[in-house]
């Protein structure tokens, strides 16, 4: 094995010591001296003998982030899942259903700084889903003053918020969004009158 082997051979080896479980005996020093090449054949068998770090590594050499993204999701490595996201690896439609299913802050943070998503646009889709509790868990992450600014500048999304804050079971929640918004409708309102009277003297 230390010598260069054909690709069946090696990938043969990969699968036997997947099916004895001796990867923790053999794959160290196999990827040591070169046998996991960046091969498809050879990623698929190390995937499947359960090695899904060397695996991801495999794949990363290949190009073949669809399937990346796959194993990071399935090893919950979503730090590295948001890094190839901003690198643009991964579309932001994958990524939003990856947040649905793991409504993380920094999956949530990646997807409204890189793909065009308000904070109002996640929140809506999680409470739809009868997702609640994650829904409190994703917003709460904030500071409450943070959570409260953002909402209160965020005049765009009014209606929106004030439907997620139809649909949620938080009563802490609920009167955090609702008071926000009272206040976003007043700044904009402002916002028009200042902007008539410009055009105005103008």
Known sequence: ???????????????????????????????????????????????NS???????LLFTKLEMYEHVVSLLVRRRQFYKLVRIYK?????????KNIFLDNPLKHIGDALIE???HSLADLSIALVSM???????????????????????SDFENVSVWK????????????????????????KYEEHLSEKAAYDFYS
């Open 163 to 186: 439907s997620v804050a139809a649909f949620t079971t938080n009563i802490k929640l609920q009167a955090k969004i609702l008071s926000a918004t009272v206040i976003a409708e007043a």
């Open 87 to 95: 690198e643009g690896r991964v579309s932001s439609q994958r990524m």
């Open 50 to 56: 359960g090695d899904l770090n060397i695996a991801t």
């Open 114 to 116: 890189h793909g065009g």
């Open 130 to 152: 009868g997702k609640h509790d994650d829904l409190v868990t994703f917003l709460m992450k904030d500071p409450s003053k943070e959570l409260s600014t953002k909402l209160e």
């Open 1 to 47: 094995m230390v010598d260069p082997t054909p690709v069946e051979f090696r990938q043969l080896a990969i699968e036997i010591a997947g099916r004895a479980n001796k990867i923790d005996q053999y794959f160290p020093y196999w990827y040591s001296v070169g046998i996991f090449t960046p091969d498809r054949k050879i990623a698929e068998a190390t995937e």
